[in-house]
């Protein structure tokens, strides 16, 4: 695909023109905060008091295990529903529930979810119903010590997360004619679906989702706004721990945490290898898979894939429900399964300060809107070649843990005097939302047949006439799904949101968090409430504007 | 010892920079004036956010002071974040005023990361009950030295369902025995919350005989053998407190709402006047009690103090002067806003101003004050914190 753009000597000028914004304004900060990371990294005695914090390995431990058993289960959650509903009739519908279950922010799912499960929480009156219970039981639910409460909510948010990259996978074009005709075959010699998905499918796809799994897993072994809204507390996870030293008023504290953070980050990754390297052998001996017949237990375990996947989706209804009355619920003493006292009192103060509001409004359309900018315009005047760098730079943003990446934002800003600034608290916004956009998009993106740019220019279109007309209208879809995931990203940042902004903005994950550990459920309620709300409508309006091609996603 | 005439002249002396900052005062009001004060409070409660969005209103009605109340969870988050700002040279701070006391201000005083004397100076501190309630010059046992200015006095006080609770457990030996009793309904935060470091201190002050050692920088051999008897103490509560102790809640507030719910049968606070504002304000019920331990519970007294890289220095002032206006005390002390009591001596004030400070005893009041008992001083907090995390911190 050779562009007008990039013949000529003038075509280089404006090549490093589009080009550049993406280097000043996401791979420069990028690189900047992973350098100061890394210089908090050599303190040779925060590493001394990190080995004698008492809390360290039960801490390190636990984050490894909700970390494991987040993937293991959503990854397993996520593979039996979609090949359950593969090509079923349920099939061309699922991205739309599944788009509006990863429009919900994480911590928005952590706090309805305690809501559901704590021992005054909406499950427990239900069982008051029965038992006659007057006060709570004595449930250890939300907080709970192996951190099991957590891994519900990662699961309840990581299964969508997953099918979406699986049913991304099984869609494309050349994987569809593939499978068709393997299954052909397998289906003629006897084979059922499920002996064709574990011993054909799966050891094509499996490889595919090793980056997928990877976030997925270094993402839930390092949340921090979840573990504070739903984790364990004594010991908590090492991500908490390290959050609360690096805020904490000691400054050989906050040492300290930089070198916990740089801990969980190599311990995620021996974790990660040592996983990978088990499944290499594992899947190496095709045997048995692919010898005798198929596990009777299999059968099973997909057919009940549509129940599975309406519970999921049941979860986060019930969880948006409860949240509506709660915000509404004056007063609603346990055992009550309806509130005694119902008042708008909770949305007034909202209305009296919607600051938070609109900071994260005004962050995630700015974000959102400049990343789409710097995509297209480096995809537009790049060679594809060059794609790998941003690629890799952008999968680094989201494999290295938000504390790491945001204690060396921090340093780097207060350096520059950033801090505290719009520009500053922007920017930590964008840095995410570029790398998610860079991701989804890029191979949409390239994969554009370029006879149609063929067709424009024969047609005597200009490139800019040719970009409008032709190439936005035909990306449509792919283009407003990402942005509605760089809103949805933008909307639930809270580590470097929290950092960066010095008290100065508050934004919704902000107020949520520090909320849940405050009297007021239904402000609390609220703020979650408007937590949610925004992304899901984004991406309502992104599947409904990109409805001819969203389908086929 | 102190005759007439060293009193006199200690009185010259001190009346002498009054009237100098008298002339000063209205320069600095000159200078407040258009300025933004970003004030750094705990935000946990509503009644105390909603009684700092009223100041705001009336110091940009009197002074043209712009007050943003930056919330806050934790005030060490605001130490970390000033220490940082004046090590990376950043002179115009994202902190003008912070709301702070014991650990957090000894750290800040003594890395030098406060502006002042200025409280000394400020017209209203005049009023300041220095000496009935000294605490307003002694900082967890740490001198002051005008480097904050007084804005409430606190008391740990326990308080509990009436209804539920027949006779109040009055000391910490007695509240073990109620946990004994009502197994999984008692606990307290996990340090370093505030209330949970206090519910330790108070701990650790009962189980102590020689209290002494507390008046002075911690002395770690004399601390050993103190600390012998309250961990046996914390031993035995353990057992019998929610989800056995092995985990606990972040905050008081987070305490407060299991109270409320029925989860737990008591709840902590800092504020003696805090039960009977909830119980005003619909979360307890009308039967709630509130009481201090007979003996004696841990007080204090909290400020506001000015950073030195602070940007509007003179508007945190003018703020900080404004706190300690009788209007203002008296609205803060009033149950139904707030209830957090004055630092001034009401006896100074004029017979209309004095009398707003009357409080009716409301539910959920305190009937019997206990004396408060001074806090331990503020070096002793790391140790307590890391002793208790080591025993009772990994679950």
């Known amino acids: 695909m050779v562009g007008p753009l990039r013949q000529g000597v003038t075509g280089k000028v404006w090549r490093r023109a589009f080009g550049s914004p993406i280097i000043i304004l996401f791979v420069l900060p990028l690189v900047v905060s992973l350098l100061f990371a890394l210089g908090a990294a050599f303190d040779l005695s925060a590493w001394q008091l990190l080995w004698a914090h008492p809390q360290l390995w039960p801490a390190l431990g636990l984050s490894i295990f909700t970390g494991l058993m987040s993937v293991l ?49 909406f499950l427990a009156r239900s069982v008051a119903l029965f ?72 050891p094509q796809i499996v490889p595919k989702l090793v980056w997928p799994l990877f976030v997925v897993f270094a993402y839930a072994a390092t949340v921090v706004d979840m573990a504070l809204v739903i984790g364990p507390t004594q010991p908590p ?59 009777r237990a299999l059968i099973k375990v997909f057919f009940f894939a549509r129940l599975k996947f309406s519970s999921l989706i049941s979860v986060y209804l019930i969880i948006t429900v409860l949240l509506v009355i709660l915000s509404f619920a004056a007063l609603w003493p346990f055992p009550n399964l309806w509130p005694e006292i119902l008042s708008i009192s909770a949305w007034s103060r909202v209305g009296l300060d919607p600051s938070a509001f609109f900071t994260s409004g005004v962050l995630a359309v700015s974000t959102t ?156 309620a609220a703020f979650t409430l408007l937590l949610m709300v925004p992304p899901l409508l984004v991406f309502m309006a992104a599947a409904h504007f990109g409805k001819s091609r969203w389908s086929k996603l | 010892m102190i005759n007439r005439r060293s009193l006199l002249s200690f009185a010259a002396v001190s009346l002498l920079p009054n009237m100098a900052f008298a002339a000063d005062w209205s320069a600095v009001e000159a200078e407040a004036k258009g300025q933004e004060v970003y004030f ?3 935000a946990g409660a509503d009644n105390i956010n909603a009684y700092i969005a009223w100041a705001g209103e009336q110091v940009k009605a009197r002074f043209g002071v712009t007050l943003n109340h930056i919330k806050i969870t934790d005030t060490a988050e605001v130490v970390k974040r000033v220490r940082d700002e004046v090590k990376a040279g950043k002179a115009d701070g994202s902190v003008d005023l912070v709301w702070i006391n014991g650990e957090n201000f000894r750290v800040m005083k003594t890395e030098k990361l406060l502006f002042g004397p200025f409280a000394a100076a400020l017209p209203n501190f005049a009023f300041v009950d220095t000496v009935g309630k000294p605490t307003t010059l002694q900082d967890f046992t740490e001198t002051v030295d005008g480097l904050e200015s007084p804005w409430g006095m606190a008391q740990f006080t326990f308080f509990g369902d009436g209804a539920k609770i027949s006779s109040p457990p009055k000391s910490m030996i007695e509240l073990a025995a109620f946990a004994k009793a009502n197994p999984g309904r008692v606990t307290y935060p996990a340090p370093p919350d505030f209330h949970g470091t206090t519910f330790l201190k108070q701990a650790l002050v009962e189980a102590t005989s020689d209290r002494s050692i507390f008046a002075k920088p911690i002395d770690k051999e004399a601390f050993a053998a103190a600390a012998k008897p309250w961990l046996a103490f914390l031993d035995e509560l353990r057992p019998s407190l929610w989800r056995e102790g092995k985990q606990y809640p972040k905050s008081q507030a987070e305490i407060t709402q299991m109270v409320a719910d029925g989860e737990l049968l008591i709840g902590l606070t800092f504020n003696p006047n805090e039960p009977a504002n909830l119980v005003a304000a619909g979360t307890l019920p009308k039967t709630t009690i509130a009481w201090q331990h007979a003996a004696g519970t841990i007080g204090n007294s909290h400020f506001v103090a000015i950073p030195t890289n602070a940007k509007a220095k003179a508007g945190a002032q003018v703020v900080a002067n404004f706190l300690l206006s009788a209007e203002a005390q008296a609205r803060k002390n009033d149950l139904k806003i707030w209830g957090d009591p004055t630092v001034l001596d009401v006896t100074k004030l004029s017979g209309d101003d004095a009398k707003q400070f009357a409080n009716l005893p409301a539910p959920g009041s305190v009937i019997f004050p206990a004396p408060a008992m001074l806090e331990p001083h503020g070096s002793f907090v790391p140790l307590i914190e890391a002793i208790w995390l080591d025993h009772y911190g990994k679950g």
């Not at chain 1, 009739?89 to 699922?94: D, I, K, S």
């Not at chain 1, 010590?145 to 494309?172: C, D, H, Q």
């Not at chain 1, 943003?397 to 719009?422: D, E, K, M």
């Open chain 1, 369 to 524: 809107v400049t990343a789409f900018a710097l995509v297209i315009a480096w995809m537009e005047t790049q060679p594809q070649m060059r794609d790998k760098y941003v690629t890799l730079l952008s999968a680094t943003a989201l494999g290295v843990p938000a504390i790491v990446l945001a204690l060396g934002q921090y340093r780097a800003f207060l350096q520059l005097g950033l801090t505290g600034s719009t520009f500053g608290l922007f920017l930590a916004h964008l840095l995410p939302v570029t790398a998610y956009m860079f991701i989804v998009l890029v191979g949409p993106y390239r994969s554009f047949d370029s006879r149609w740019q063929a067709s424009a220019s024969g047609l005597l279109a200009s490139f800019p006439r040719f970009f409008w007309a032709i190439k936005l209208p035909l990306l449509k879809a792919p283009l407003l799904a990402a942005s509605a995931i760089g809103f949805a990203v933008s909307f639930g940042q809270y580590v470097p949101a929290q950092l960066i902004s010095a008290g100065r903005y508050s934004t919704l994950p902000m107020e949520a968090v520090t909320l849940t550990s405050g009297t007021n459920r239904p402000l609390t």
């Open chain 1, 237 to 295: 996870t090492l991500a908490t721990l390290v959050w609360a030293d690096i805020n904490d008023s000691q400054v050989l504290n906050n040492a300290r945490g930089a070198a916990g953070a740089w801990l969980l980050t190599v311990a995620i990754a021996i974790v990660a290898l040592g996983v990978w390297g088990l499944a290499n052998v594992i899947f190496s001996r095709r045997e048995w898979l692919t010898v005798g017949p198929a596990p």
């Open chain 1, 131 to 202: 038992s006659g219970w007057t006060t709570p039981p004595n449930w250890i639910t939300n907080h709970d010590p192996y951190g099991l409460s957590l891994i519900a909510a990662l699961v309840l948010k990581e299964t969508p997360f997953l099918m979406w990259i699986l049913i991304s996978i099984l869609n494309r074009q050349d994987v569809r004619d593939n499978f068709n005709g393997q299954r052909a075959v397998g289906l003629s010699l006897g084979h059922t679906m499920t002996s064709i998905w574990q011993r054909l499918y799966l």
């Open chain 1, 73 to 121: 289960l959503s990854a397993s959650l996520a593979i039996i529903i979609v090949a359950g509903l593969y090509l079923s009739g349920w099939w061309p519908r699922l991205s739309f529930p599944i788009g509006a279950m990863l429009a919900m922010p994480h911590v928005a799912l952590a706090i309805g979810l305690s809501f559901l499960i704590m021992p005054s929480g």
């Open chain 2, 40 to 42: 750094n409070a705990w």
